[in-house]
Structures are given as C-alpha cells and as structure tokens.
C-alpha cells in the first residue's frame, strides 16, 4: 500500500563539515608527524655533529699550513651550518607539539620589544643601524615570553642579513590600529623579493640563499598560528628609502595580568 511504501524509504544523514577545517586538521597532523621525525632525526645528527667539531678543532690546533688551516676552516664553517639547521628543526618540534601545561602570558608589547631589541642589538653589534618606534604602550597581548623572542630574534636576524650598512637600516614599529590588534615590524632597507620568492616566503626549508636553513620565517608562523596572531609581508617605504617590512598582528588580552601568570615585563623590573 502506499503507507507501507512511505513507511520502507530509506533516510539519509547529511552531515555538513567546511571542507577548509578538515584540511587544516590534516595539515597540523601531517606537520606534527614530520615535526616528530624531523627531531629524531635531528637528535641523531646531534651527536656525531658534535664529534666531527671537536676532532676538527683539535686538528686545527696542531696546523700551522695555511691550506690545512683553509681546509679545517670550512670544516668548521659547514659543522657550524649544520648544527644550525638541526636547532632549527627541534625548534619546528618543539613550536608543533606543545606541552599540555603551555600557556600564554599577558605580555606588554612595548616594554617586551624594547627589552628583546636591546638585548638584539647589543649581541649583532648593531645598535648603529637599528631604530626603534615603539607607539603601542597600552598594548597587551598573550603570547609565551621565549617564543615572542624568538619570533623577534628570527625577524630582526633576517632584517640583518639583507640590510646596507647605513643608519637606521633597521626599524622595528609597534602601533594600535582602530581594528583592536596590535602591530610589531620589522623593516630594513634590503633589496625587493621576487614575486616568487614572496609566495613562499614561510613554507619550511624554502630559502634564497645557499646558507640559509629556510626554517627561520616558518618558525615564525607557526608561532604566530599557536597564539592567533597573522604574520605577513609587503614592500614599503621609511621617508624616501624602499624596503621589506614583516608585520605581526597580535590579538589583544581581554584581561589584565593576573598575580599567578605576571606581565614579563614585571619579571624583569
């Protein structure tokens, strides 16, 4: 009958998910599963790395040619190079896979960058060339003290590489737009990025230059993505002078500072 006919259709269950979520869950698994063989492997490089150095530096003590020297000297160079790149990875494992008591602190922006810019500027020798315009004083935001140093450290290391020697060839900004975030830059005076070199710009191991590990942007952003924050970049000019800024947007804290969890700057005072 037509009642039994209605009564046998069979249901169907949509379930409706944004395809950009999903993809996104696949890349954090796919990226903490390379973050997690990337480290063992670098644990593993550690340690004959480590010998290769010493018994380089050893040989290097009882040379007196100048071509043995030379040849000890790239040795030293490339071992060098490497350990850098093995820090970088376990820096990737370490920013993919937080610890579950990780959390962020409510930071004052401009204090923070002021101290990270100093303490920059004394180890790279460059306070000479290096200016600071830091315009956000009621800024708070929440992000973990080591990382947004190593987010600046990263930023001002490659403003470095790339800028001329001239005075203020370095600028870090902070401001508040009116959209309620805070901005920090990082603006030097280096030559324009490719076209193509801009579209990959934060993509791990991608570099321009043959000494470079290709890690240090990718570090950023994945710091960035763990607290909310956007990473980006753009050519824009200081007076009369064209160059490369990298811009930070933080979200801003919606609490002060609470006496169990202290602004850093208090930790510093």
């Not at 401001?175 to 030097?188: C, E």
Request: charged content about 25%; glycine content about 4%; hydrophobic content about 45%.
């Amino acid at each position: 009958t037509a009642a039994q006919g209605h009564a046998e259709e069979a249901l169907c269950v949509v379930f409706l998910e944004d395809l950009r979520e999903m993809e996104a869950r696949v890349r954090v698994e796919k990226m903490a599963a390379m973050g997690r063989m990337s480290a063992a492997v670098a644990h593993e490089i550690r340690n004959p790395l480590a010998a290769i150095s010493q018994a380089n530096a050893l040989l290097e003590e009882d040379l007196h040619d100048p071509a043995h020297k030379q040849l000890t000297a790239m040795v030293r160079q490339n071992a060098q190079r490497l350990a850098k790149i093995v820090d970088d990875v376990l820096n990737i494992s370490r920013v993919q896979v937080p610890s579950p008591e990780e959390h962020g602190t409510v930071l004052k922006l401009d204090k923070v960058a002021a101290r990270i810019a100093d303490d920059w500027t004394q180890q790279t020798a460059s306070r000479g060339r290096t200016h600071a315009t830091l315009a956000a004083s009621a800024a708070c935001i929440v992000f973990d003290p080591e990382h947004l140093r190593r987010l600046m450290i990263n930023l001002l290391d490659n403003a470095l590489r790339y800028a001329s020697q001239s005075s203020h060839a370095i600028e870090i900004a902070t401001l508040m737009p009116t959209d309620g975030q805070a901005r920090l830059s990082v603006w030097s005076d280096g030559a324009p990025l490719e076209k193509t070199v801009q579209a990959h710009l934060f993509e791990p191991f991608f570099t321009s230059e043959s000494r470079s590990s290709g890690l240090g942007l990718y570090i950023c952003r994945e710091l960035c993505e763990r607290y909310g924050a956007l990473i980006g970049y753009q050519r824009t000019s200081r007076g009369m002078v064209q160059g490369n800024e990298f811009f930070v947007l933080f979200k801003l804290a919606n609490t002060a500072p609470s006496s169990s969890r202290p602004a850093l700057d208090d930790l510093f005072d």
